[in-house]
């Protein structure tokens, strides 16, 4: 394990209670006590939620609600954060026990999230709970990585990501994608797919597989918000 | 509607941008155009959430995360935050389409709750993105309902309505409760309860048939937030 030091300097926050910092990197495989992260990224889940937000809200002021619950939902996925977490080294600070530490779940997506937001939680509660400060340290950190990542076509229009990212936070389930026909000829084939979710179906078209499927994943999302707005 | 002056007094908030109250309180079915309350809401939803976990976590430092989430579960439901919305009379501010109106939308929990969210971010984005000052006048307002609620015994032990909470959230289903045995004699009944959830079974045991359902929720609760655990 790397000393906190380094961290700290990077981040530009040297923590009061060095204790705290600890505590946000210590898996509960390592301490069954309360001294493990569980209560920080309870604590920072709610935290980088909100901030992120904060961020979308305040730059994409005309943006739809619809939209930005999209955006969000792959910007606070454990996929992003987990990537947040490794863009700051956070895998060599984590402490956990031998056995887990030779399942190489120091890498794992699930726990790099879980200690990204119990270490935003650390800053909040060391700085006494400034709200302001740790705000604006977070922006300086990702507020770019975040509107880059939003402006990037590769968001834009992965609708089957967006897709997955719902039904999996929401329901625990995945859709289903099936090709249903392949037609004309070699060089101009036409794709239609199915996307299956619960006992919903689309259907898209396109001169790929991939596109079609996005076609396909982009009707569903529709169906599924306005459903979803229908319950209001 | 009555004038959003009387709610500006007694909230301890007076707004810069009287539009954004109004906003906050508009119904999609009264304003299509980008003059609702569904972005206000948005922001307002990761806000209260994170209002509310910090209480949370500041009054029990000592509780585990899995009973603070369970807690969670149960402050930022539709039921509870309409019910603080209705606290402040939210009802008479709402802004409805007329036929919305004589369905009686505007005692719906679920708008009630969220103008609450939206009418918190309005505070929020009226105050400079000030969330000191949003904090403590929450915290003013409700931190002490909250932890009412908390130390109450009918939220400690109400484990059927927790679980509920967590299944509609996580998978929009509901549990079963089946009496599966009626036993001993009249004065002295024992009765046995299952629970199911999707493929999950537990019982419970009591002396009422209330009794032996908790005792069930409880188990059924226990489970679930093991296997969530054991995802990490």
Redesign the interface.
Known sequence: MDSFELLEEKIGYRFKDKNLVKKAFTHISFSKS?ENY??L???G???V??M???IL??AF?????GE??QL?SFLISEEFLASLAKSLNFEKYILISKGEELKGSNKNP??LC?VFEAFWAAIYIDSG????LT?SLFEHHFKSQILEMVNSNSLKQDYKTALQEITQK???ERPIYNVISVEGPEHRKTFTVECLFKDLRTTGKGNSKKYAEQEAAKNMLQIIQDNEKK??
Chains 1, 2 share one sequence.
Do not use: G, R
């Open positions: 309360s569980e209560v990224e309870f604590l889940d709610a935290l939620n909100f992120t937000v904060n809200v305040e002021p005309n943006k739809k609600e930005l619950s969000k699930s726990i879980d709970y400034d709200c302001k705000k929401k329901w625990k319950k209001t």
